[in-house]
């Protein structure tokens, strides 16, 4: 269940998804210690480019796995 929800993030496009709903990243992120409060949906945006950048390699192990597991044992 997890693996499918971590698949639907990473395939999320930004430019033909996010952006027509209005969460693509429009602004750079602030400089580290800034003290700039984001809102809610300021970090879900961030949330969602932080796992389609670093789940992008773990995911495609993890979906090899998956699909040797069920083509051997069914």
């Known amino acids: 269940m ?3 929800i971590v698949n639907a ?3 999320l496009s930004e430019d033909r ?3 027509r709903i209005g969460w693509a990243a ?3 992120e ?3 210690g800034s003290g700039q409060d984001m809102s809610i949906k300021g970090k879900i945006v961030n949330l969602i480019s932080a796992t389609r950048l670093l789940a992008r ?3 495609i192990v ?3 796995v998956i699909i040797i597991y069920e083509l ?3």
Do not use: D, T, Y
Request: proline share 12%.
């Open 2 to 4: 997890i693996v499918l």
């Open 17 to 19: 998804f996010l952006a």
């Open 57 to 59: 390699i773990p995911l």
């Open 26 to 28: 429009q602004q750079p």
């Open 72 to 74: 051997l044992l069914g």
């Open 62 to 64: 993890i979906n090899s």
């Open 9 to 11: 993030i990473a395939i």
């Open 30 to 32: 602030p400089a580290f």
